[in-house]
């Protein structure tokens, strides 16, 4: 249930599997979280002060090189993949300290960085504004194109005899006979061995029943696509106000906005100017870059920041994969291979023990 980028890439594992499996989406695949997302594969960054969230990134990260390269074999598309590192730039003493910290860290744990100071900025972004205190480098870094990978995934589903249901969304989970699972939508009863539930901030409105509702809440993202002469970045840009991501076509994406408005998706004129404010003070030259489309998505927060992803304890054969948050494109290889081993019974990952929906309750 749900055919954003969770849900269209475990289809994708499932069916190349050999398991028989349909996708219910009230949307078109990846019209939900995955629509306002810039790709970003930094678990360095993105961890947040985490150990957990560094340590199940940093495994994702691993994973997505041969994930990549199956993906593009089996849908026959070109996706957006690289990994040339991100440039993280301080502007302040705290800033400063904290980046060599981080440097300090990795290299205990053999992963490579490096700290820039401006006069080098040249080097490696030159674009950057010289008014920073210096940059740090982490080369394994990278991005990837979310919606085209998300749409690749699908199509490489369908080729192995996924079927999609769009504009149909699922309303009621509930136990069926000899461990099943029966799935009710408005105009159809469906029966299965396994569900997985996978449908980010709509997740809480799905009943499940004998359950608790599953404690996630959408945050709203806006992301801004400006348009630059390609080149004009090397790499992700990062910074205290936000981020940059450079495609080849030399479109930059601009992120992100953090904002509790329950399923509001509308995008306002005030994250426009700061996003765009934001942007300049990382690369003055993108002052005069024409704003090409604003992107809004709901990406669904749960009470830890990390994912919901295990076996129900209340109804046999239903799977919860959900709660991503800011990382569910870093954790997409690590979720497709948990989700497949709890659907095809192999033994336990260790991961699912942070991972497991009852440590919130009756899930």
Do not use: C
């Given at each position: 249930m749900g055919a954003g980028i969770v849900g269209c890439t475990v289809a994708y594992e499932l069916s190349r599997s050999g398991a028989q499996v349909q996708v219910l989406e009230p949307r078109s695949p990846g019209q939900g979280a995955t629509r306002a997302s810039a790709g970003i594969l930094a678990p360095f960054i993105e961890g947040h002060g985490s150990t957990l969230l560094?340590?199940?990134?940093?495994?994702?990260?691993?994973?997505?090189?041969?994930?990549?390269?199956?993906?593009?074999?089996?849908?026959?598309?070109?996706?957006?993949?690289?990994?040339?590192?991100?440039?993280?730039?301080?502007?302040?003493?705290?800033?400063?300290?904290?980046?060599?910290?981080?440097?300090?860290?990795?290299?205990?744990?053999?992963?490579?960085?490096?700290?820039?100071?401006?006069?080098?900025?040249?080097?490696?972004?030159?674009?950057?504004?010289?008014d920073a205190a210096g940059a740090l480098l982490i080369p394994t870094h990278g991005f990837v194109g979310v919606t085209s990978l998300t749409l690749a995934a699908a199509t490489a589903a369908e080729k192995f005899g996924a079927r999609f249901s769009v504009a149909t969304g699922a309303i009621n989970i509930r136990p069926a006979a000899n461990g099943r699972v029966t799935v009710r939508t408005l105009d159809a009863t469906l029966d299965a061995d396994r569900v997985i539930l996978a449908a980010g901030s709509w997740s809480s409105q799905i009943t499940v029943e004998g359950a608790a509702a599953v404690p996630v809440k959408p945050i709203r993202g806006q992301l801004l696509q400006l348009q630059a002469p390609p080149g004009a970045l090397q790499r992700v840009i990062w910074g205290p106000g936000g981020y940059l991501v450079p495609w080849p076509d030399?479109?930059?994406?601009?992120?992100?906005?953090?904002?509790?408005?329950?399923?509001?998706?509308?995008?306002?004129?005030?994250?426009?100017?700061?996003?765009?404010?934001?942007?300049?003070?990382?690369?003055?030259?993108?002052?005069?870059?024409?704003?090409?489309?604003?992107?809004?998505?709901?990406?669904?927060?749960?009470?830890?920041?990390?994912?919901?992803?295990?076996?129900?304890?209340?109804?046999?054969?239903?799977?919860?994969?959900?709660a991503h948050y800011r990382n569910g494109v870093l954790f997409t290889p690590l979720t497709v291979a948990l989700v497949s081993d709890l659907v095809f019974d192999r033994a336990p990952d260790p991961a699912l023990r942070d991972l497991d929906p009852a440590r919130f309750g009756g899930l």
């Open positions: 560094r340590d199940l990134g940093k495994r994702s990260l691993d994973l997505f090189d041969p994930f990549m390269s199956r993906l593009r074999d089996d849908s026959g598309q070109e996706l957006i993949y690289t990994r040339n590192g991100t440039f993280e730039m301080a502007f302040s003493q705290q800033d400063v300290t904290r980046l060599r910290d981080l440097s300090a860290l990795l290299a205990a744990q053999q992963i490579e960085s490096r700290w820039i100071e401006p006069a080098g900025f040249a080097a490696f972004e030159p674009n950057a504004a010289p030399g479109s930059v994406l601009v992120g992100s906005t953090v904002e509790d408005v329950g399923f509001d998706e509308a995008h306002t004129q005030d994250a426009v100017e700061r996003l765009k404010a934001a942007a300049v003070s990382l690369v003055p030259s993108l002052a005069g870059a024409e704003l090409a489309s604003v992107r809004t998505g709901l990406r669904p927060k749960g009470p830890d920041d990390v994912p919901v992803l295990g076996k129900s304890r209340v109804v046999p054969g239903l799977i919860y994969a959900t």
